[in-house]
């Protein structure tokens, strides 16, 4: 569990209630969970995944690849049947999301975890003087799929400069 308020007084008040009924211990100040590591200092909270990433680029064998820093042409489509047929290795990718994983599949990871490589500190920064007002971006995609022509919709949505969704 992460408690956090920024009133000390009220974090230990909740954390001997919950120890008169749970076994528990504190750990300190967060630093790494759920694979986000977190740093922080005056001016708010900073979330990265280098250590996770570092990890996934390791297990791929793809450390010594060159980075890139554009991560994929975005009117490049990838379709099921489109390619030859590509053997993955399993140290890469699971088949949870591409049954029959072709050739531009592959070459499309690959340039992710490149640019993955290329981005493995950047993160998220949370500020602590951020103001309270809520701003929202969407896009939507309609029948966009070629192969199905089902629809994508994205947002993200910012309280004052922080990405929150």
Not at 40 to 52: E, I, P
Not at 66 to 78: E, G, M, P, S, Y
Request: with cysteine; net charge negative; hydrophobic share 40%.
């Amino acid at each position: 569990m992460i408690i956090i308020r920024d009133d000390l007084a009220g974090i230990s008040s909740l954390q001997q209630f919950l120890c008169r009924r749970f076994e528990m211990k504190d750990l300190g100040l967060l630093n790494y969970f759920l694979g986000l590591e977190i740093s922080q200092d005056s001016s708010g909270y900073f979330l990265t995944q280098a250590k996770y990433t570092s990890d996934l680029l390791a297990r791929a064998g793809l450390t010594d690849y060159k980075t890139t820093t554009a991560l994929v042409d975005h009117q490049i489509r990838l379709t099921p049947l489109e390619g030859s047929y590509c053997l993955m290795p399993q140290n890469i990718v699971s088949y949870q999301f591409v049954a029959v994983p072709r050739s531009p599949h592959y070459d499309a990871l690959i340039r992710i975890l490149r640019y993955l490589k290329d981005t493995l500190f950047h993160g998220l920064h949370y500020s602590a003087q951020s103001s309270l007002q809520l701003h929202s971006f969407s896009d939507a995609d309609w029948a966009g799929d070629s192969t199905d022509r089902c629809s994508t919709t994205r947002f993200c949505f910012f309280l004052g400069n922080s990405l929150i969704a």
